[in-house]
């Protein structure tokens, strides 16, 4: 059977279960389907073809003895972030280049052990710090929809690999909006579970009280296949919360009569792009034909999101990233005659202008005299818009708004205007702020046939339904299966 790289997950395992296909051959295939595709796009920074044929065959021997999981033979990629044991973990960085992880984080060892193969490691901005994997130390990443555009960032390479059918699904991070605005920009599924909900053990560390593993799949049912594995309490992880995981699947059956969905108004302003308000209110539309009821509400502290994110995040960062040292693993500066030398040249040499920028801010708002002024304040306004979205949960189930300001931009255009870069993360970063559920879906297309996203918003713990109402739309518009282009030129359908 051909093409088996551009099957879901859920239709996969139907193909393996029948006997219709193996493991190793869908392996085999994907890997066809990388080395044919990735020159363009580059997606992946690391894949050992000889691991990912020798993990499918023995998901095909473990289904011969009738053993295995809910994911067996079917094979996720993994964003450079995220540690895999025997894997390179360099995270896009100089930093780490050449770092080998001696461990599986949490969430990959789930996927292990539900006989998930794991394929390759993807793309992202250096230490998960961009929205464009511009900021990567290797290469950029391109839109498959377009090649002269950005996938999105930080997990650019996760988003791109699947929207290219270099990827069955991936894995990414989302601290604020690196896994749904990646998704938008390549007409994929993307979704962050409340913090919390999946481990963060074997993360790589960016901000702590906000980065959240998620997947990046083709459709919302595969994003529930995957939850579902990951989703589970561990020790390893202080913030693990232990809230039982509902049956995300049999939530995907429901209608949407008597759900209520909210339109935070601050959410359709001005500075968003005409076409993806259309898309996006076209969404919204159907989705009240299909049973829901639309209301207004308000997210008056959303407006203070982005500064109050950028203090804490970068406040967070500064303190995490200060373990790399050039003493006790990773990349070393030569040259240095003391210790203090050592580590400033290391630092100066291994990061990038925007880890650099974002460590020196965090250092800023987190230095005596404007810790309370900065970093304090920005605490307070975070308590604000968890409580935002707390009342707007009492009137309604969940929120609807555009994932992004606009569509994809060229490539180029944004890099040198961090601030403005910034602005596109306008619509993810307050869930991350309020630590709640968001899920990306695709709703449109501009007219320049590059993708648009819609974002479904749901209570903490409660990503059953974001799910459900994404898959509702989903089984009454085709979007999601619309496929990019296999050599770049806008507008035209893969064969």
């Not at 818009?385 to 009342?391: G, M, N, Y």
């Amino acid at each position: 059977m051909s093409d088996l790289a551009d099957q879901t997950l859920y239709s996969l395992r139907g193909l393996l279960e029948t006997g219709q296909c193996s493991a190793r051959e869908a392996a085999a295939d994907l890997i066809a389907r990388i080395r044919e595709r990735d020159g363009e796009i580059r997606a992946y920074v690391h894949l050992d073809e000889e691991s990912v044929l020798r993990q499918a065959a023995a998901a095909d021997a473990a289904r011969a003895r009738g053993e295995g999981g809910e994911l067996l033979g079917l094979p996720v990629a993994v964003k450079d972030v995220l540690n895999v044991k025997g894997d390179p973990c360099a995270c896009a960085s100089r930093m780490l280049k050449g770092y080998v992880a001696p461990y599986d984080a949490t969430a990959v060892s789930a996927l292990r052990a539900a006989g998930a193969v794991l394929a390759g490691r993807t793309n992202m901005d250096e230490f998960a710090m961009g929205s464009s994997t511009e900021n990567s130390a290797f290469f950029a990443t391109r839109n498959p929809w377009n090649l002269d555009c950005v996938p999105g960032g930080s997990s650019g390479g996760s988003a791109a690999a699947v929207a290219a059918g270099e990827a069955l699904a991936a894995l990414g991070s989302d601290t604020g909006g690196s896994v749904r605005q990646p998704a938008a920009f390549c007409g994929c599924v993307g979704l962050k579970p409340t913090y919390g909900r999946i481990s963060r053990y074997g993360l790589t560390a960016f901000a702590s009280s906000l980065d959240q593993i998620g997947p990046i799949t083709r459709d919302v049912r595969d994003a529930a296949m995957l939850l579902k594995a990951m989703a589970v309490p561990d020790p390893l992880d202080s913030t693990s919360v232990d809230v039982p995981a509902p049956d995300y699947m049999a939530a995907l059956g429901e209608r949407l009569d008597g759900l209520r969905l909210g339109l935070p108004r601050e959410f359709f302003s001005d500075g968003l792009d005409p076409e993806v308000n259309r898309c996006v209110l076209t969404a919204i539309e159907l989705c009240r034909k299909l049973g829901a009821s639309v209301v207004d509400v308000s997210l008056p502290m959303a407006p203070h999101a982005i500064a109050t994110y950028h203090i804490i995040a970068c406040a967070e960062a500064s303190s995490n990233l200060a373990r790399f040292d050039g003493v006790r693993y990773g990349f070393r500066a030569g040259g240095a005659n003391d210790p203090v030398e050592l580590c400033c040249r290391t630092r100066a040499a291994g990061f990038g202008p925007e880890v650099k920028r974002r460590i020196i801010l965090g250092a800023y708002v987190l230095s005596s005299g404007y810790y309370d002024a900065y970093y304090v304040r920005a605490l307070k306004v975070r308590t604000l818009i968890r409580r935002d979205f707390d009342r707007a949960f009492a009137s309604c189930d969940a929120l609807l708004s555009p994932v992004t300001p606009t569509a994809a931009y060229r490539l180029g255009e944004k890099i040198q205007d961090p601030l403005q870069m910034y602005l596109g993360d306008l619509y993810t970063i307050p869930a991350n702020l309020a630590g709640i559920c968001a899920l990306a879906v695709p709703c449109g297309m501009t007219g320049t046939a590059l993708p648009v996203g819609m974002q479904i918003m749901g209570p903490a713990f409660r990503e059953e339904i974001p799910l459900r109402v994404g898959h509702a739309y989903q089984q009454a518009t085709d979007w999601h299966l619309r496929r990019a282009p296999r050599h770049g030129k806008a507008g035209q359908a893969a064969p």
